[in-house]
């Protein structure tokens, strides 16, 4: 069965500060998606991104960055310098079949 | 926005009641997905239609059931209301399916009293 662990359930942080959300995951296929997604105080849940099972390039983008290290099962992602903004709850997932599997999300708290 | 759109944006109702959850996928989306978000159970699949047809089930109560209409638009049914339905529901769309990037529309946040 798929898996998605994110064990940090709130992170602090003071705006600035660089700070990592870690994910987990579990699959028995050798083909599979991961994907982030940000969900804030509003509510919708907005696509950040995908990577697939193959590629382990780090991605960067603006103050976001993703390392996918498939020999540990992660995909961690982290904001550089943190605005109060980024405030929100991020999710982790995995693509199933038509589906995904998500963690249970880490709340971020980013304080002027 | 992400184009999906997601009707109505709040309900309440009672339990027992039946109430019915609107979704109108992404321009050229042919799949749609329901989702429910709970405190106890976090984001969970529901149920998958692509271009109509029934593709994935998930952990969907029988007491809930969805459909895709020509026009594309889905419709998620929720009869014999619980006070444990109450809970945020999501669509998302996506082009095909499979691992395509889903779309989510803002959701339904559902309140049975």
């Known amino acids: 069965a798929q898996k998605v662990t994110q064990a940090q359930t709130e992170i602090s942080v003071v705006e600035k500060e660089d700070v990592t959300l870690d994910c987990v995951y579990e699959t028995r296929d050798t083909t599979y998606y991961l994907f982030w997604y940000k969900q804030p105080p509003s509510g919708e849940l907005v696509f950040l991104i995908r990577r697939n099972s193959f590629d382990e390039q780090n991605e960067i983008s603006g103050r976001y960055s993703w390392n996918f290290q498939k020999s540990t099962s992660s995909f961690n992602f982290t904001i550089t310098a943190s605005q109060v903004v980024d405030s929100a709850v991020y999710f982790c997932a995995l693509s199933g079949l038509n589906k995904l599997v998500f963690g249970a999300g880490t709340i971020l708290r980013v304080k002027s | 926005d992400s184009g999906v759109t997601q009707t109505p944006k709040h309900l309440i109702t009672a339990t027992g009641q039946r109430v019915t959850l609107r979704c109108s996928p992404r321009s050229g989306d042919l799949s749609v997905y329901w989702y429910q978000q709970s405190l106890d159970q976090g984001l969970q699949f529901l149920i998958q239609y692509y271009n109509g047809e029934e593709r994935a089930k998930g952990n969907i109560l029988e007491r809930f059931s969805a459909q895709q209409f020509p026009d594309l638009h889905s419709e998620l049914n929720l009869s014999s209301l619980e006070l444990g339905d109450s809970a945020l529901y999501f669509c998302?769309?996506?082009?095909?399916?499979?691992?395509?990037?889903?779309?989510f529309g803002a959701g339904t946040r559902l309140s049975v009293l």
């Open positions: 998302a769309s996506s082009f095909r399916g499979g691992s395509d990037i889903q779309y």
